[in-house]
């Protein structure tokens, strides 16, 4: 059987707090989840999802460097 860790669980290995979590998940960004209820699981080796916002950021920066 395979384990889960809770949102809970995630937000403490990952640094962010556990409605950042449950906001991830509800947004499918974190690969392998499944809801239980009013529970989200997660397995436990999934890695915390990128930042979508370093990425944009990064993207601008890219773009600004060529011209």
Not at 8 to 18: F, P, R, T
Not at 26 to 52: F, N, S, Y
């Amino acid at each position: 059987m395979i384990d889960f860790i809770t949102t809970k669980q995630a937000a403490e290995l990952w640094g962010i707090s556990q409605r950042r979590v449950s906001i991830l998940c509800e947004q499918g960004r974190i690969d392998g989840v499944k809801k239980a209820g009013i529970m989200w699981l997660i397995p436990p080796d999934t890695k915390k999802p990128e930042d979508a916002r370093t990425k944009d950021i990064r993207q601008q920066k890219l773009v600004r460097d060529k011209m």
